[in-house]
C-alpha cells in the first residue's frame, strides 16, 4: 500500500520561483494537511481540507497556496519562493478529524531549500 | 486553545536504562495525545495515541505513556533503552470537539540520544 506518498524528495529553488509540492493518498482519506519542521520549531500546520472543495488556514499559512479539487490529491503551491520558507515539508492524511481514531498518516517529506 | 510542552530539548541515556520524556499539554476540551517518533531523515511514525479510555497506554517498541489529568501530564517511557530508539520524539495535542477541526498542535521535539 502506498499510503501518502509526496514528490520531490528535495527541492533547491531560486528566490521568487515558483514550485509546486505535490501529496497524494490512496486512503479515501477525507483529511489532509500540510505540514512545515523548522529545527526547534516542531511541525506547525500550513494548511488543511476537510473534504474535496474545502481548504482552510493553519497556522502559517503566509507565502502558501492550497486547493483540493479530488479526495486523492492536495497540492502545496509556493507563488515565490522566500529563503525562509525554507524547510522540511510534510503532508499528512487521516479519515476524519475530530474522532478518537483521528490517527494521521505522514509522507516521507519534501525538503526544499531557497537561496 | 491547546497547546503542549516537551520539558527537554535533548535527552541522553546509556543502552539498557530507563527512558524518560516529559509532554505537558493544555487543553480546554477533552484531549486526545498522541507520540511520534521521527527517525534521522525519516517521516514520522505514531508510537501511541490517548483517547479517554485507559489512562495507561501502551506502543509500540516497548514504549507506554500515562494520560495524568491531574497533572496534565503524558510522560513517554520505556524500561530499557535500545541505540536504536535513538530519535526525535513528539507529544502532540488534539481536541476532539474544539472549533479546530481536530487539527494537530505538535510539541517541538525532545531529541534522545543512547550511549552504547
Known amino acids: 500500500n502506498a499510503g501518502v506518498t509526496q514528490t520531490p524528495k528535495f527541492q533547491v529553488l531560486k528566490t521568487g520561483q515558483s514550485m509546486t509540492l505535490q501529496c497524494a493518498q490512496d486512503?479515501?482519506?477525507?483529511?489532509m494537511s500540510w505540514y512545515r519542521q523548522d529545527p526547534g520549531m516542531g511541525l506547525r500546520l500550513i494548511h488543511y481540507?476537510?473534504?474535496?472543495?474545502?481548504?482552510d488556514q493553519g497556522e502559517v499559512p503566509n507565502g502558501y497556496n492550497v486547493s483540493r479539487s479530488t479526495t486523492e490529491d492536495f497540492p502545496l503551491r509556493l507563488l515565490s519562493a522566500a529563503p525562509s520558507q525554507t524547510s522540511v515539508y510534510f503532508c499528512?492524511?487521516?479519515?476524519?478529524?475530530?474522532?478518537?481514531?483521528?490517527?494521521?498518516?505522514f509522507g516521507a517529506g519534501t525538503r526544499l531549500s531557497v537561496l | 486553545a491547546q497547546s503542549v510542552t516537551q520539558l527537554d530539548s535533548h535527552v541522553s541515556v546509556s543502552e539498557g536504562t530507563p527512558v524518560l520524556l516529559r509532554c505537558n499539554y493544555s487543553?480546554?476540551?477533552?484531549?486526545?495525545l498522541f507520540w511520534y517518533v521521527q527517525h534521522p531523515n525519516k517521516g514520522l511514525q505514531l508510537l501511541l495515541k490517548?483517547?479517554?479510555?485507559?489512562?495507561l497506554v501502551k506502543g509500540i517498541n516497548g514504549f507506554e505513556a500515562e494520560f495524568k489529568k491531574s497533572e496534565t501530564s503524558f510522560h513517554l517511557t520505556k524500561p530499557s533503552a535500545h541505540m536504536s530508539d535513538a530519535a526525535e520524539y513528539f507529544c502532540?495535542?488534539?481536541?476532539?470537539?474544539?472549533?479546530?477541526?481536530?487539527?494537530?498542535?505538535f510539541g517541538k521535539g525532545t531529541k534522545l540520544s543512547v550511549k552504547p
Open positions: 490517548y483517547t479517554s479510555a485507559a489512562t
Open positions: 486512503m479515501n482519506h477525507e483529511y
Open positions: 487543553s480546554s476540551y477533552s484531549p486526545s
Open positions: 502532540v495535542v488534539s481536541d476532539q470537539y474544539g472549533g479546530s477541526q481536530g487539527n494537530l498542535i
Open positions: 499528512a492524511s487521516s479519515y476524519s478529524p475530530g474522532l478518537a481514531k483521528n490517527i494521521q498518516y
Open positions: 481540507s476537510v473534504g474535496a472543495g474545502i481548504t
